[in-house]
Structures are given as structure tokens and as C-alpha cells.
């Protein structure tokens, strides 16, 4: 016998059939027909607009997008549309956060810059032809025949003039058709998205070379300057090493600089690989070389933009970094009506005071109506809110200026009625280059900077440079103070948004002389922060 409980349910059971079959009665059969008709309609009509780049199943909310990133977020062709999103978050997302460039790159540049991923997915790590390049440096053989050849850097340092050699070495890679790799240290670990699609430009660690690359420096006997001093090598040599060590850091000497000489260069090219300790932007000595000045002037038919466009190719904050960035951005800036960035660096704290710097840094805002007066014989006593609101990004090694502008400004009311609130993401005290974390911390607050409407920078600061450049916007500069004097005028707007070259060579290639080599070619000149430097103008300047 069934037991009540067992009756019960199977009753149950029955009325929740007949009550399917009575859902599923003869009215529903034209509506299930009309929807068997339009179903193929609809999927017709979605393959024809998704050909047409629009998807009617994403704008009703149906359908997640899944499409190709917008023009825009491609950087105007910069970047390559087949990486995966969540690998590199930044990559696709940074436009809503940076302002569109004004500044498109040219077709030839972008052509280009595919051609050198694929080059980079042939011959980067762990592909059959990196294998075959290794085993023939290991040799020392040279096989004629390889199309994989490459440039190893090695970092030299803090951040920002890392950042602008490894693009150095990218130009000189993608003039060359080279391979870049890069040796990234702990110190450097988890900063930057790989930049390349399907390919890593990390040199793995079992390179065979390995524990001699941070024995290399500028007396290091193999080093391409010290074989041409000594006569070991010249144009003429026919065995040639598989590998060359090229020392370009700020106190090499003028053999190293002769790689800057296309005579030179020929031996170079024939040379597989290359190993290039760099802490220099010496990118614009590039446009000195007769050899490569024909194709530089189809890269790049705008001078100032050069690190512009590969600096935002090459340099995206890793996934955790992008964290950073974007939760203190939404956090502090986004709803400031204009955002001003302010790049304190003090290189010597005896020459130049806190309390000078300072002052140079109110009279410079206020000479150039970036930020309003204070009304100091009166306080506030109620946010008004009713003014114009900005919000002022210090960026640091210690807070002694944003605490003095944060108290003028929380204290007493502005002369416009302008509400200033003024914001510093860390103060670390000191550089600390090989401390990753410090390191992580100075990308997101380059990063930062260069999302800001208004940027006041110091001279000579190469993290300057780098904000500058990625946000694209020529800033105002804080000159040096030297011996206590604050300079007159105070600050200037760069007439170029390119970074300086501070340590540029003065040796005029063909004429086998010296030279200042910003009055050899229309569109080097010297620095507006450092008279000996030189840097990249578009040559209708002066």
C-alpha cells in the first residue's frame, strides 16, 4: 500500500502537469509560431549590424559587449585591438581618465608597430628562433642567415629615466628590426602590462649571461666604447662578436657616444645581439644619424610627439597598480571641475630650501592664474560650495607642501570664491629605486599626474617628463633654484612636450669634430629647463 505522503505528492505532481499542459494551450500556439519566424529575422539582422559595428542585442541591454575596443581607446591606431582586456585593464580604460590627444600618429607609424609585434611573436622568449639565437650567442657563432636580432636593456636608475631609455631602446629596436627585451628586476616586478600581443618582452631568467649583466658598467673591458678606444674593433673587423655590451648612461664618454655615428653603426648592425645598460632619453641623438633620418621623418612628421605616442604604446600600470590609480582618482579628483598636478623634485635640499621652493610655487600659480589667491585676514567658517571647484594633486618625496597649501586653502577663503581642496597620494621621504613597492607607488602618481588638466612640473625631473609626455600636455616649469635665489622668472610654459636629452654628445659625426649638436638639424634644440640638454621641436619654432 502507497503510504498518504507518497498519495499526496503524486497528486501534486499530476496538477502541476496538468497545469504546464493548460499554460501551453491552443492561444499559445500563434505567438510560439510568430516567435519561430522571427528568430532567424532577428539573427539576421544581428549579423548584419554587428558588420555595420553596432549590436541591437548590447543597446537593448540583452547582451554583454564583447566588441572590439573604440578608436579612441586604441589610442588612433597606437595599440593593438587583440589583447585580452582583463589581462591589462589600463590599456582600453585609461581614455576615460586622460583627455583624446589632439595628437593623432601617423599611418606609417601604427604600420609599423604591427609589423614589430610580429616580429616580436617570431623572435621573443621561448619561440624555436629565440632558441636558435641563443645556442649561436652561446657559441659565438653568427648564422647571416637569422632574422631574429635584439637589444636586451638593462635598468640603471629611478623610474622616470628608466621609463624614457627603454623607450629610447624601443625607437632604436623598431628603426633597426631588432627584438626589445627587457631584464625586469624584482624592483620592477608587476609594474607594467606586457606591451606586445601574444608575446612577452621579459628576458627570461635563464638567459646564459645572466650574472654578468649587473657586472657591466662603464669600465667593463667588452663594452662597445672601451673596444673602440682600445682598437679591438672597427669597421674593418670581419669576426665579430655574437653579443655587444653598449653602455649609454649619463657619465659614459665619448667612445660610447661614437654608437651615435652611422660609421659606427655599420658595425653594430651586423651584430645579433646587444646588451644596453641605459638610464638616458638619448631617443633624440637618433635624428642626428643620416641613416635613420629618412624613416624617423615618416614615423614621426611631428617631432614633440615622439614619446607621446610610444610612451603611451609601450608603458600601461599592471592590473594591481591601475588599482591604485583609479581608486584614488575616483576617490579625491573626479569631481573637481578642474584638476591641477603640481611634480615637486628638489635635487639639492642646501641650494634649494622648502620655504623657497614654496614661494615659487604660489608666485608661479598665481602669475599664471592657475590657482586663486587666499583671502589670509579671514577664515572660513562654512564651505560655501558655491564657486568653481578644483582639486590641487602634490606629488612629493616629503609633505611639507601639501600641508602649507592644504592649510591656506582649508583655512581661509579664496579672493574668486574658488573652492581649492589639495590632495598628496604618498610621501616616501626619499627615492628609494630598487624598493618595488616605492616604485609601484611613483608609476601610479605618474599616471596620476598625467591625468590632470593643469600640470606645474620641476626642471630637470624626469618623472616630470614622463607625465608630461603621457598626458600630453606641455607644462608650466618650476626652474631651479640655485644658491638659495629663486629665479626671475620663476616658472615658463615648454615650448615642446617632449623630454629633454641631458646628457647629449658634442661631436659632430661627419666632421669628426665637437659641436653643439642642437645647430646641427632645424629640430633639435636646447633644453628650456637645462641649457646644455637638447630635445625634440617642431622646427617652425624660433
Known amino acids: 500500500m502507497f503510504s498518504d505522503g507518497f498519495i499526496q505528492s503524486s497528486i501534486r505532481k499530476q496538477q502541476r502537469q496538468l497545469s504546464k499542459l493548460q499554460r501551453f ?7 510560439l509560431a510568430l516567435l519561430l519566424i522571427a528568430l532567424p529575422v532577428l539573427f539576421i539582422v544581428v549579423l548584419i549590424c554587428r558588420d555595420k559595428g553596432f549590436n541591437p542585442m548590447v543597446a537593448a541591454g540583452l547582451m554583454h559587449d564583447s566588441s572590439q575596443p573604440t578608436s579612441d581607446a586604441l589610442l588612433g591606431g597606437l595599440l593593438a585591438p587583440d589583447i585580452r582586456r582583463k589581462s591589462c585593464l589600463s590599456r582600453y580604460q585609461s581614455i576615460s ?3 583624446s590627444s589632439l595628437h593623432k600618429p601617423s599611418p606609417y607609424l601604427v604600420s609599423k608597430l604591427r609589423e614589430y609585434e610580429k616580429l616580436h611573436k617570431r623572435c621573443g622568449p621561448y619561440t624555436k628562433s629565440y632558441k636558435k639565437s641563443i645556442k649561436e650567442l652561446v657559441s659565438g657563432q653568427i648564422d647571416s642567415s637569422s632574422n631574429c636580432r635584439y637589444v636586451v636593456w638593462l635598468a640603471n636608475c629611478g623610474l622616470g629615466n628608466r621609463i624614457l631609455s627603454m623607450t629610447s631602446a624601443f625607437l632604436y629596436a623598431l628603426l633597426t628590426d631588432r627584438v626589445l627585451l627587457i631584464n625586469e628586476e624584482s624592483d620592477m616586478s608587476n609594474m607594467f602590462c606586457e606591451p606586445f600581443p601574444d608575446a612577452s618582452w621579459i628576458l627570461p631568467e ?11 658598467g662603464r669600465d667593463y673591458a667588452q663594452s662597445f666604447g672601451n673596444m673602440l678606444e682600445n682598437r679591438i674593433i672597427n669597421t674593418s673587423t670581419e669576426l665579430l662578436p655574437s ?5 649609454l648612461s649619463h657619465d659614459y664618454d665619448h667612445h660610447d657616444k661614437l ?5 659606427e653603426q655599420a658595425i653594430v648592425r651586423n651584430i645579433p645581439w646587444l646588451i644596453m645598460k641605459a638610464n638616458i632619453y638619448f631617443l633624440p641623438s637618433l635624428f642626428l644619424m643620416s641613416s635613420f633620418e629618412e624613416e624617423l621623418s615618416k614615423l614621426f612628421p611631428d617631432k614633440e610627439m615622439v614619446f607621446h605616442h610610444l610612451g603611451r604604446y609601450l608603458f600601461h600600470p599592471s592590473n594591481q597598480v591601475w588599482k591604485l590609480i583609479t581608486s584614488y582618482y575616483k576617490k579625491y579628483l573626479a569631481k573637481a571641475e578642474e584638476r591641477i598636478g603640481i611634480q615637486i623634485r628638489i635635487f639639492d635640499n642646501k641650494t634649494s630650501p622648502v620655504e623657497h621652493v614654496m614661494d615659487q610655487i604660489l608666485t ?3 602669475k599664471e592664474k ?3 589667491r587666499v583671502d589670509m585676514g579671514k577664515s572660513i567658517v562654512a564651505p560655501s560650495g558655491k564657486g568653481k571647484s578644483k ?12 600641508e602649507k597649501m592644504m592649510n591656506m586653502y582649508s583655512k581661509h577663503p579664496t579672493l574668486n570664491g574658488e573652492v581649492v581642496a589639495v590632495y598628496q597620494p604618498s610621501h616616501e621621504e626619499e627615492q628609494q629605486s630598487e624598493n618595488n613597492v616605492h616604485n609601484q607607488k611613483a608609476w601610479a602618481e605618474i599616471n596620476l599626474l598625467s591625468m590632470m588638466d593643469v600640470l606645474v612640473t620641476s626642471a630637470w625631473s624626469t618623472f616630470g617628463y614622463v607625465a608630461q609626455g603621457l598626458g600630453g600636455k606641455k607644462p608650466w616649469i618650476l626652474y631651479k633654484i640655485e644658491n638659495k635665489t629663486i629665479p626671475d622668472p620663476v616658472c615658463g610654459r615648454a615650448k615642446s612636450l617632449e623630454p629633454c636629452f641631458h646628457a647629449p654628445p658634442v661631436y659632430d659625426c661627419k666632421a669628426k669634430r665637437e659641436v653643439d649638436t642642437a645647430t646641427i638639424i632645424p629640430y633639435l634644440r636646447h633644453c628650456e629647463d637645462i641649457y646644455w640638454g637638447i630635445k625634440l621641436f617642431n622646427s617652425t619654432y624660433y
Open 391 to 402: 582639486a590641487v594633486l602634490i606629488t612629493s618625496l616629503v609633505p611639507y607642501y601639501y
Open 25 to 31: 494551450s491552443m492561444p499559445w500556439f500563434p505567438k
Open 370 to 372: 592657475l590657482l586663486p
Open 364 to 366: 608661479c600659480t598665481d
Open 97 to 99: 581618465y586622460r583627455k
Open 206 to 216: 635563464d638567459f646564459p649571461f645572466m650574472n654578468q649583466l649587473y657586472s657591466f
Open 243 to 247: 653579443c655587444l655590451y653598449l653602455y
Open 259 to 263: 654608437f651615435f655615428c652611422d660609421q
